[in-house]
């Protein structure tokens, strides 16, 4: 055991990969941290269930409510997992990131950034975002730049939010762009916009390539025109 996530991600093993870095904690850290291939990074908060060779178990100690708190960023990489964290970035940087990761998946966090995107993925594929919540973002709320594969966008909560800087116009709520073969699926998540000067809530690019998009069940809500649109396809 680690007395904080910063002291895990010091260890070398947790540099080598191919591990889970369990987060039993309920308090908060300030730091930036990047996950090593093959990394799942997971709070006791949520419900968390592992892959095993009996099939999929439900991890010890997981489903308390406890939801640790990073003062900071998280990056990506492949085939990594980030799940169960209020991240809190100020510094003008992205809370999530990556640049040309594989097999992302994000749940479960609820994020604010008065500054940059809440998640940003560039030159990504096959990507996962299920059951967050974005708040007091910026920039656009989930950005994806010029990717492919599987992008899985479904059941988020996107919302603007005053913040100590004042109330966050966001660009757009999702934001995707892809350049090669793409199934995109954006189902049930609940778009609000409270501010005037929000673009919109779901846009997306279809630069090249096969493009399978479905758009279900969302929900896009936008006070006194304070959106440009719902949704643009293009």
Do not use: C, W
């Amino acid at each position: 055991p680690y007395e904080t996530l910063t002291k895990a991600f010091d260890d070398p093993r947790t540099q080598a990969g191919d591990l889970i870095v369990f987060d039993h904690r309920g308090t908060s850290e300030t730091g930036d941290f990047t996950l090593a291939p093959g990394t799942q990074v997971m709070s006791s908060g949520p419900a968390q269930f592992i892959n095993t060779q009996f099939g999929q178990q439900l991890l010890p100690g997981s489903n308390t409510g406890l939801f640790p708190q990073i003062n900071g960023s998280f990056t990506m990489n492949d085939r990594t997992l980030l799940s169960g964290f209020r991240i809190v970035t100020i510094d003008e940087s992205p809370s999530i990131r990556a640049d040309g990761a594989q097999q992302i998946t994000i749940t479960h966090n609820t994020i604010t950034n008065d500054a940059n995107n809440g998640i940003f993925l560039k030159n990504a594929r096959d990507i996962f975002i299920r059951n967050n919540t974005l708040q007091a973002i910026d920039d656009d709320m989930i950005e994806i730049v010029t990717s492919s594969g599987q992008i899985v966008i479904a059941d988020n909560t996107l919302r603007s939010l005053a913040s100590d800087a004042g109330p966050a116009v966001f660009g757009d709520a999702i934001s995707i762009s892809v350049n090669d073969d793409a199934q995109i699926d954006i189902d049930r998540n609940t778009i609000t916009s409270e501010v005037q000067g929000s673009d919109y809530g779901i846009n997306i690019t279809a630069n090249a390539g096969d493009i399978t998009t479905r758009i279900r069940d969302n929900i896009i809500t936008g006070f006194d025109f304070s959106l440009a649109g719902g949704i643009k396809y293009q």
